[in-house]
């Protein structure tokens, strides 16, 4: 090995610019792969590229995403927005778990731009997550930005780590919901929810 020296100088730049390309070739090698080989040259700027995409999550706020896109409206009746895709990581295994998020609000006063709903859930779910906090995560923005009596969060999801390693069951998925207010306390409103959710399987 180089003198530590060395080793810092060439590093250095590349966490300043949070690159992890390095770190990627140092994987490749020790998989038993050959770095250098045609097919892996750029592999690791191609990971580096698609992770922090796909994590690019921790930049975004709630703030930026709403933008004001807040509005009153004298609108009481609950608001769905339903099949919203999403791809995450899961935190243990850095494996993909993808599925649908349905959301729905009973609005109070105001309503939220409804591309917004989506947005939210992209922001949670491009971290590394768990699927109970990523539901729990997008209920409570939901509900602290538009002060709603009740939100309701049902998310869907096949994980990776469970198909191709562990378990390996490739047809099992995960269910997880985040009833909050109304949505907690009334029967009936999560009756409705669930009614509309259900109304059509989707295969999640
Ligand atoms: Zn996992």
């Known amino acids: 090995m180089k003198s ?52 690019s999550g921790y930049q975004m706020n709630v703030e930026q995403i709403l933008n004001g896109a807040l509005y009153e409206v004298k609108y009481d009746e609950m608001v769905v ?33 409804l591309s917004k709903i989506p947005r939210i859930v992209d922001m949670f779910a491009r971290r590394l997550q768990i699927q109970e906090r990523l539901t729990q995560q997008v209920a409570q923005t939901v509900y602290e930005a538009i002060n709603p009596l009740g939100v309701g969060v049902i998310c ?32 009936d409103t999560r009756d409705e929810f669930l009614a509309l959710v259900n109304h059509r399987g989707n295969g999640y």
């Open 4 to 55: 530590n020296k060395a080793v810092v100088k060439m590093i250095k730049p590349e966490i300043e610019d949070e690159s992890i390309a390095p770190l990627i070739e140092e994987l490749l090698g020790r998989l038993g792969e050959d770095p250098k080989r045609d097919g892996l040259v750029r592999t690791p700027q191609r990971v580096d590229k698609a992770l922090h995409f796909l994590t």
């Open 81 to 113: 927005v339903r099949d919203i895709e999403f791809f995450s990581l899961c935190e243990h295994h850095m494996l993909p778990f993808y599925g649908k998020m349905h959301v729905a609000y009973l609005p109070r006063k105001k309503v939220i731009g």
């Open 156 to 187: 869907e999801a096949r994980h990776f780590c469970m198909m191709m390693r562990g378990v390996e069951k490739q047809h099992s998925g995960a269910m997880t919901s985040a009833m909050l207010g109304a949505f907690r306390d009334r029967k």
